[in-house]
């Protein structure tokens, strides 16, 4: 499986911990002696205002999309089928704000992976669909399940809505593929409640914060790589693979992520200003302790001017270049638009990858081999 194979590695890689220092010349500049910073304070925030409400949402979106399958598939009407796959894309939004934060049972279970590996294998999904039989829970159906499935599923069964319908209604395997698509599903659904369900015991909390500590094993290690992780995915795997960036210029548009419901564009913005939040510690509670704090705290510099400026003008550009990029993305893979996010993107992905981490003292745990 070749379509996400070196993201799957370098997730398990990361999730084993295997210590990779990333750093540069202009990085070592940044080091200052750290004064006091309450890093629980910040752990607080982000454990209670912005990582267990994300699952929570998460938890609620694809409860109620499972809950609208089970009812589309006793009655299939297109009216049904329109509301799936408005709920699609909400529950898929809110994956966004998540993604970044694979931590506690979402990093032991590989939710990332899980969830959302792309692009469906449609091969794999209409194999399982006709034989009736399959384990979800295989690693060779990483690409046949999760929302990339469900993408699949809702959305591309079928050129149109009423050939959609019709692979639920009047196909040879419409009762096999409407299991399929409960089973699918119901995997979803189960795997992000069990998460929910974990960041929702205050023992977890508890746990999160009192892993203080700036090493490989601290929450906010784990934090600031998975944060970082995702940033890499978006930056190689979202934009890169589809815009030709590995192949020496070979565009590949059927592999960005959402595919047949055409958001890829507007998942990038929220992913991006996920990550932005969890810098700012901002959430529904207000603007709370963050990394951007951290860094103000220990007066880290850059270019002449504060670490956290550069760090904040960036995410601003970032996301005003995701936003202009028109949707669907698969057909502005080649737009100017598309290549100037790109090269914003990567310049954010520096700063949170090597300038912070170095500032911070914080270990990165993976490596892409790719040189940002």
Do not use: H
Not at 245 to 271: D, R
Not at 303 to 317: E, M, S
């Amino acid at each position: 499986m070749k379509r996400f194979t070196s993201y799957i590695t370098a997730g398990i890689a990361l999730t084993l911990a295997t210590a990779i220092f990333s750093c540069n010349k202009k990085s070592d500049d940044n080091k200052t002696s750290t004064p006091d910073f309450d890093r629980k304070a910040m752990l607080t925030n982000w454990g209670n205002n912005i990582v267990a409400p994300g699952f929570q949402n998460l938890n609620t979106a694809v409860t109620d999309l499972d809950a609208a399958i089970a009812d589309f598939n006793q009655a299939p009407d297109g009216t049904k089928l329109a509301a799936l796959q408005s709920k699609l894309t909400s529950a898929y939004q809110k994956w966004e704000v998540c993604e970044p934060m694979e931590l506690g049972l979402a990093d032991q279970d590989l939710l990332n992976v899980n969830a959302n590996t792309f692009p469906a294998s449609v091969t794999l999904i209409n194999q399982n669909i006709a034989a009736g039989s399959y384990s979800l829970s295989a690693v060779s159906n990483l690409s046949a399940k999760g929302f990339p499935a469900l993408d699949y599923l809702l959305l591309g069964a079928g050129t149109t809505s009423a050939d959609i319908l019709a692979a639920y209604t009047t196909d040879a395997n419409a009762t096999n593929r409407k299991k399929y698509l409960a089973d699918v599903s119901a995997d979803l659904k189960s795997m992000v409640s069990a998460v929910s369900a974990s960041w929702s015991s205050a023992a977890a909390i508890t746990a999160f914060v009192n892993a203080s500590g700036t090493d490989v094993g601290s929450s906010l290690g784990q934090m600031i790589n998975k944060m970082d992780f995702d940033m890499d995915v978006l930056k190689n795997a979202k934009m890169g693979i589809p815009m030709g960036k590995q192949s020496m210029g070979q565009l590949f548009p059927e592999k960005t992520e959402a595919y047949y419901n055409g958001i890829s564009a507007s998942l990038m913005v929220a992913q991006v200003q996920a990550i932005q939040n969890i810098y700012l510690g901002k959430s529904s509670a207000g603007d709370g302790v963050g990394l951007d704090d951290y860094l103000v705290a220990i007066n880290a510099q850059y270019n002449g001017g504060t670490l956290n400026d550069a760090i904040k003008a960036q995410f601003d550009a970032t996301i005003g270049a995701l936003q202009a990029v028109s949707d669907p993305f698969s057909a502005n893979v080649t737009s100017a638009n598309a290549g100037t996010a790109y090269t914003q993107v990567q310049k954010l992905l520096v700063l949170l990858k090597t300038d912070m981490p170095s500032a911070l003292g914080v270990m990165i745990t993976y490596n892409d081999n790719d040189g940002d």
